[in-house]
């Protein structure tokens, strides 16, 4: 069984649509993460969800978003695509634990092209 | 908010040879140390990770020592193999922030 899954692996898109990606975890985590991989290949994080409750939000246009309807899933809305928005997302979850921060595990990628 | 910086960018050593790879962080709150590596194509994944209150860890052919006080941690790679080819990542974050920053990553290339 897939741990961390996300939907499409692969988008192509022209300029100024809107496109979703979704993301699932059966791993019983409690936070998921969205990471923006650019094409030098620097992670960086984009949102971080608890429980449903967004944590970081860092400094993400507001054409990002993202919704958390339950704590297994985490889904990322992109609207009004820009050629500077290619790159590839990957989604994470983990466990929170009292000493802080555990292993990561990130989905497949969906690799998105704007067009 | 943390910054790690990573260095080699890019590392290729012979078949057999070891490879080391360093990072430093800037926030000393920080507090868990891990280390991905990621194929070509595929997603990152855990390789080793090692928290604030140990200075080394080993599991077989890979070690990571972290050293609190200079605020360094280094992936240390023994008698590395043709499928050890990959772009290593090193992350840090603290008890309270909820993510994980990486490294800029390191592309090692071993050649057989």
């Known amino acids: 069984d897939t741990a961390v899954s996300q939907t499409p692996k692969y988008l192509v898109t022209q300029m100024g649509n809107d496109k979703s990606i979704k993301c699932e975890q059966n791993?019983?985590?409690?936070?998921m993460y969205w990471y923006k991989q650019d094409s030098k290949k620097f992670l960086k994080i984009m949102f971080s969800?608890?429980?449903?409750?967004?944590?970081i939000n860092e400094t993400v246009p507001n054409r990002f978003s993202p919704k958390s309807p339950d704590k297994a899933h985490l889904n990322l809305h992109i609207n009004s695509l820009e050629l500077g928005d290619s790159a590839v997302y990957f989604c994470?979850?983990?466990?929170?634990?009292?000493?802080?921060?555990?292993?990561?595990?990130f989905g497949q990628g969906t690799r998105l092209t704007v067009v | 908010g943390e910054n790690v910086e990573q260095h080699p960018s890019t590392l290729s050593v012979q078949e057999g040879d070891s490879a080391v790879i360093k990072c430093t962080y800037s926030?000393?709150?920080?507090?868990?140390f891990p280390w991905y590596k990621q194929e070509l194509g595929k997603r990152p994944q855990l390789i080793i990770d090692?928290?604030?209150?140990?200075g080394e860890k080993k599991d077989q052919r890979i070690a990571v020592t972290l050293n609190k006080t200079a605020k360094h941690f280094s992936l240390h790679i023994t008698e590395t193999q043709p499928e050890d080819s990959a772009v290593y990542f090193c992350?840090?974050?603290?008890?309270?922030?909820?993510?994980?920053?990486f490294g800029s990553g390191t592309r090692l290339q071993v050649q057989p």
């Open positions: 926030d000393s709150a920080s507090n868990y």
């Open positions: 992350a840090a974050s603290d008890r309270g922030r909820r993510a994980l920053t």
């Open positions: 969800y608890n429980n449903k409750e967004l944590i």
């Open positions: 090692i928290r604030s209150n140990v």
């Open positions: 791993l019983g985590h409690d936070t």
């Open positions: 994470a979850s983990s466990r929170r634990r009292v000493q802080g921060n555990t292993e990561a595990f």
